[in-house]
């Protein structure tokens, strides 16, 4: 019986360096054994005397859609994120344009299992409006027209 025990103890010990290994080999490689999520930044733009960029964030647990954020540079160093008043999670962004002194972005916002498209403003003052499109083509169609 006390073979069986020390058998037992030496393949636990054996699984336990191996798993350590193996998490050690994973990390040497750049990867991991349990991702989590990746966030990329993209090219930012002036605006205002404060650097905007957008940030789109993946899961890399499940091939769940990706959410993408608004943030806003403020000249102390912070970032804050803009939601634009707009509610829900955001599945993508377009743009941005500068369009008669203003900066003009498009945005899917997915709330309750339902998507929709907006067109987002930012004047010259900060002032942000908002307007709801009805497809993806209405978007394209009113980034393409400058707006007075």
């Not at 954020?69 to 403020?74: A, C, D, F, I, W």
Request: glycine share 12%; net charge neutral.
């Amino acid at each position: 019986m006390y073979q069986v025990g020390l058998g037992l103890r030496s393949l636990a010990i054996k699984i336990a360096v191996f798993i350590l290994f193996a998490g050690l080999f994973a990390w040497f490689l750049g990867g991991s054994i349990f991702p989590g999520s990746q966030v990329v930044n993209m090219p930012s733009f002036s605006w205002l005397g404060e650097n905007w960029h957008a940030q789109v964030t993946g899961n890399g647990r499940a091939p769940a859609p990706c959410e993408w954020r608004l943030v806003r540079g403020v000249p102390d160093g912070e970032e804050r994120i803009e939601t634009c008043g707009l509610i829900g999670t955001w599945r993508s962004i377009i743009g941005p344009q500068f369009v008669n002194g203003a900066v003009v972005l498009g945005a899917e916002v997915q709330r309750d299992q339902f998507s929709t498209w907006w067109l987002i403003s930012i004047d010259s003052k900060g002032v942000v409006v908002t307007r709801q499109l009805g497809t993806a083509s209405d978007l394209f169609a009113a980034l393409a027209l400058p707006t007075s």
